[in-house]
């Protein structure tokens, strides 16, 4: 994904309950979800009848030695790799999330976003909260300090979970107690799996992979799972109608080797490759991935399209993903660090080169012009999701129509600004074949400008609130 305004995005989150110590297991899955989140890392562990945690920025090897792991040994924790979207990139923001109650110790950690932050922050200074950071994931830990004040434990969570609006993937310590939730439309993935002594769940099932487990399932929309040594005891808060499972996770956000709702994603990006090969065909030489995202995409659209496949750009292991960086101009600055073409692959030929998203475009730009440069006859760019031309409210920090290269310009504008000598993008209908889902159960917000969720001066899809069953 190239060209984000900000350096925010997804989070990635873990938890576990096992015989034997978890802070490894968490550290290990952690690493695994880095590519959620480079900002900070966090983990909390509970042992000796209390939450035990540690958080600062940076990546987890940077956050995380063997002394601090040693210091958070306990049976069940949980963990949080963050981009901020509500909330500043400062370590008071990172997570996990703890609070104290008069009864309970709570630790909370949190992807997604929600909407309707301000109107829950009202309700709990009412009722006499204090607020500590300007995350998000703090408003959910004290609103369900708020009603386990009221209920137990289980009708409490379900109460938050009626009361919470927007993407909510979470993972919640009560004491020793852990739990998961997905939101009702499911728009943030959440997998299931089983660890050698116990059980648990991380953001993607490639987690459980990393750290010999396996998976089990996702996590459904709208439950409420209660993880346990002996397994998982599943509560339903309620279903919808339709979900909105988040197409930029099957596009370019997960990792291609994780299974999301049924979904392999790297089987769902080659199908976006070889749609793209039949709705937008080339002349050309050979097929160039941009690393590391638009590599499944090439191979799709090589295959078919029957031009052959190479690794014409070269990606710097050492330097992390762009979007993170904290301006666009630093990001531009950085891909020539980050990228360099492999000269006998391009000079000469005509290229079609294959990514996964185009957002302001300055760095697609830069590739482009890179490849020429290199000696590139011909550059043609097809892109694997369709125009971004609309805010997302549910986890991206794209809150403004004016950031997309998208908005208010046709393709061919927009093929002359990045220098391309054609320019073609998936179909949103191509893209939901190539997800496999019912379109019906795809968040497409920034591509349609109509959300699953009622956002202030946004259309809602289906032209009406969804109804509950």
Same mark, same amino acid.
């Given at each position: ?40 890392a ?5 042992a000796?009848e ?10 987890v ?5 063997s ?19 509500? $909330? *500043? ?5 990172? /997570? !996990?999330?703890? +609070?104290?109650t ?5 630790? %909370?950690? =949190? ?5 309707n ?35 137990d ?30 939101d ?23 987690a459980?992979?990393?750290? $010999? *487990? ?5 996590? /459904? !929309?709208?439950? +409420? ?7 998982? %005891?599943? =509560? ?10 988040c ?112 957002v ?11 490849l ?5 006859k ?20 794209m ?14 504008e ?29 968040c ?11 956002i202030?001066?946004e ?11």
């Open positions: 994904m190239r060209g984000l305004k900000r350096r925010n995005e997804y989070c990635g989150i873990a938890g576990f309950v096992s015989k034997f110590d978890v802070s490894q297991l968490l550290y290990f899955s952690l690493r695994a979800l880095q590519h959620r989140g480079q900002e900070s966090g983990i909390a562990t509970y000796n209390d939450i035990l945690i540690h958080r600062g920025m940076g990546l090897h940077e956050v995380f030695n002394q601090i792991l040693n210091h958070l040994r306990g049976k069940v924790g949980i963990g949080h790799v963050r981009y901020s979207t509500t $909330g *500043g990139s400062i370590e008071e923001n990172a /997570q !996990p999330i703890k +609070i104290y008069k009864e309970y110790r709570i630790a %909370v950690a =949190h992807n997604g976003e929600i909407v932050v301000r109107e829950l922050q009202d309700f709990l200074g009412r009722a006499g909260s204090a607020f500590v950071t300007k995350a998000d994931s703090e408003i959910i830990a004290r609103l369900l300090a708020y009603e386990l004040s009221k209920h434990v289980i009708e409490s969570l379900k109460n938050m979970v009626r009361m919470l609006k927007g993407s909510f993937s979470l993972v919640i310590l009560i004491d020793s107690r852990l739990f998961a939730i997905r009702p439309f499911g728009i943030r993935p959440l997998a299931l799996g089983e660890i050698n002594g116990g059980f648990g769940v991380a953001s993607e099932s490639t459980f992979h990393a750290i $010999g *487990g396996t998976f089990t399932r996702d996590v /459904q !929309p709208g439950e +409420i799972v209660e993880i346990r040594e002996d397994g998982f %005891v599943s =509560h339903h808060v309620f279903r919808k109608q339709h979900y909105a499972h197409m930029f996770e099957y596009v370019y956000f997960a990792r291609a080797d994780s299974i999301i709702d049924g979904q392999l994603v790297y089987d769902v990006r080659r199908r976006i490759g070889h749609i793209l090969a039949k709705e937008h065909p080339a002349n050309a030489d050979v097929v160039v991935p941009v690393p590391d995202s638009g590599r499944a995409h090439a191979l799709g659209f090589s295959e078919g399209s029957g031009i052959p496949y190479a690794e014409g750009l070269m990606k710097n292991r050492y330097v992390e993903r762009t979007f993170i960086l904290p301006s666009q101009e630093t990001r531009v600055m950085e891909i020539n660090m980050k990228l360099s073409p492999v000269k006998s692959v391009v000079d000469g030929k005509r290229i079609v080169l294959v990514d996964d998203s185009i302001r475009g300055n760095t697609m730009r830069k590739i482009v012009r890179m020429k440069d290199a000696g590139a011909e550059v043609h760019v097809r892109i694997g999701s369709p125009p971004i031309i609309a805010p997302c409210y549910l986890g991206i920090d809150k403004t129509r004016e950031q997309f290269i998208a908005a208010g310009k046709s393709v061919e927009i093929r002359r600004v990045i220098g391309a000598d054609s320019l073609g993008y998936i179909s949103i209908d191509g893209l939901v074949k190539a997800i496999g889902l019912p379109r019906e159960d795809i497409l917000g920034c591509l349609t400008g109509e959300y699953p969720v009622p202030d001066g259309k809602i899809r289906f032209q009406s609130d969804l109804e509950e069953f």
